[in-house]
């Protein structure tokens, strides 16, 4: 038996455990030096917002000084994810946090080599068998197999603890059977029994309220703008576009600019000038919490949702690339928390802090017995109708970066030579409708950096558009059909920083 195949042997059985153990496939790193001065993030978890410990105390069961202790080590742990996402590759396995205070960060790679490295930047280290770009694959080709009618599975996502796809089904041996049909390794996916059937929660009100029509109530998530235009963003299933919306004390209110669901559960609503889009949320309890970026919580983070139904109420994120199957359809790229939610949540706020993560879509259970709830990202939602958050911050023009300019999504990293990277990070987007891809690669001087976009074909991931100059700056248009794409940017020669800014139709 080789070394390699002994180490990935141990690992699956301490996935198979639940990691409740972890040796010999994690390593711990050594004692942090604390830090000269702490990071604005971190000045912010030491003074949450006003609600947002107690609400932590009650639904997590901590202490006033366990809940802010974790908050103020998500601030100082959650950057490692992103360094490590870029700095491993196609070896990444996945980030999370770890203890009721979130007081360790674990990152997953299926190379050994990368141990020290992850140990010098804070992380415990976990070697595993599947990257996760590798998962997503795989659970992208089940989403696809699965029915939609009848029911043979609920949710699916990646859970990056268990180094699996899981596969939440009511009938688990049917399940297993199309699992199995569905030229997967098998040894990948785990097939669980759940009772948990997700609907969309629309019929009271939500955070904010406001009606579509004379009856129909749902929640503002974030209020945003376009150019000089106010509006929100909310679910996709609360409204159709062209639908017309009244505020909370029935004035006219907006109308629906776009609408989609199922697929994604996404929307946006443009406001007269009778109401002003402010950076805040409802925290149930008078008062606001507000809104200062949309920067993504890692899972094991807390995050919190506003919703008038039950108001105000805390949890984790468990984990991301959910697809949810309900009545009207399977709804994709989801992320699942065990924060409560009942009917009339809908399109309600999720902030981790005083960070936008995205809006209610739907969930099962309820806030006296406890459930599982499902957000929409915000970003999808921003990308989609190229709308900015309105924050705390202002609302700056769209990104100028270098040769990249107005481009709605910007992602920055840095390549060593010879690297290749994929974004957007190391795993892909979904195009719901067919039209014009869009993408600028900006490098520094003197280096040679490559871009090419790949689209999902069942099977893996062919190249259908390249920007290969010998210099440091590439663009890519391409016109295509709907589905699954991701950029994979590649240094020729040289090492430095890159922008890579993209729109999707």
């Known amino acids: 038996m080789s070394r390699r195949h002994a180490v990935t042997t141990g690992c699956v059985l301490a996935i198979t455990a639940l990691t409740l153990t972890a040796a010999p496939a994690v390593a711990q790193p050594p004692a942090a030096q604390a830090p000269a001065a702490l990071t604005a993030a971190a000045q912010t978890a030491l003074k949450p917002p006003p609600g947002m410990l107690e609400a932590l105390q009650r639904d997590l069961g901590l202490t006033k000084e366990q809940a802010q202790a974790r908050l103020l080590n998500e601030a100082r742990l959650t950057p490692i994810a992103a360094q490590m996402s870029r700095r491993l590759g196609n070896r990444f396995g996945g980030t999370w946090l770890r203890g009721s205070t979130a007081q360790n960060i674990v990152v997953a790679t299926t190379s050994a080599d990368d141990i020290p490295e992850i140990l010098a930047a804070g992380a415990q280290a976990e070697i595993v068998t599947r990257s996760l770009a590798e998962l997503a694959t795989i659970k992208k080709k089940l989403d696809q197999t699965l029915p939609v009618k009848p029911l043979v599975s609920s949710a699916r996502y990646v859970d990056v603890k268990r180094n699996k796809v899981v596969v939440l089904a009511p009938k688990p041996d049917e399940a297993q059977n199309v699992v199995e049909s569905a ?151 989801l992320t ?137 700056d590439e663009k890519i248009s391409y016109t295509g059909t709907s589905g699954y794409y991701r950029y994979r940017l590649v240094s020729a020669s040289g090492s430095g920083p890159y922008t890579l800014g993209y729109r999707t139709p």
């Open 183 to 333: 030229g997967v390794d098998t040894g990948a996916v785990l097939v669980l029994p759940s009772t948990e059937v997700p609907q969309p929660l629309y019929d009271l009100v939500g955070g904010a309220p406001y009606y579509i029509g004379t009856t129909s109530r749902c929640s503002i998530g974030f209020p945003v703008v376009k150019g000089t235009q106010n509006g929100f963003v909310t679910a996709g299933h609360c409204g159709t576009t062209g639908a017309t919306t009244t505020g909370f004390n029935r004035v006219a209110q907006g109308v629906f600019q776009g609408s989609t669901f199922p697929g994604s559960d996404y929307a946006w609503v443009a406001a007269n000038a009778n109401w002003t889009a402010t950076p805040a949320v409802d925290n149930g309890e008078g008062g606001t919490v507000p809104v200062a970026g949309a920067r993504v919580a890692i899972e094991g983070a807390s995050v919190c949702r506003s919703g008038s139904t039950t108001d105000w109420h805390c949890g984790v994120i468990q984990q991301r690339d959910a697809s949810v199957t309900y009545p009207q359809g399977t709804v994709f790229e």
């Open 336 to 472: 699942r928390t065990n924060v409560c939610a009942e009917p009339g949540d809908s399109g309600g706020s999720f902030i981790s802090v005083d960070q936008a993560q995205g809006v209610t879509s739907g969930g099962s259970g309820d806030c006296s017995s406890g459930g599982t709830t499902y957000f929409q990202p915000i970003g999808e939602i921003l990308t989609a109708y190229d709308l900015s958050l309105r924050t705390t911050e202002g609302n700056p023009p769209p990104p100028t970066t270098g040769t990249c300019t107005g481009y709605p999504r910007t992602l920055t990293g840095t390549l060593r030579n010879g690297q290749t990277v994929y974004q957007p990070n190391n795993l892909y987007y979904r195009a719901t409708v067919a039209g014009l891809h869009t993408a600028c690669l900006d490098g520094p001087v003197g280096v040679d950096f490559d871009l090419y976009l790949e689209k999902w074909n069942g099977r893996g991931w062919p190249t259908v558009a390249t920007s290969d100059g010998a210099g440091p």
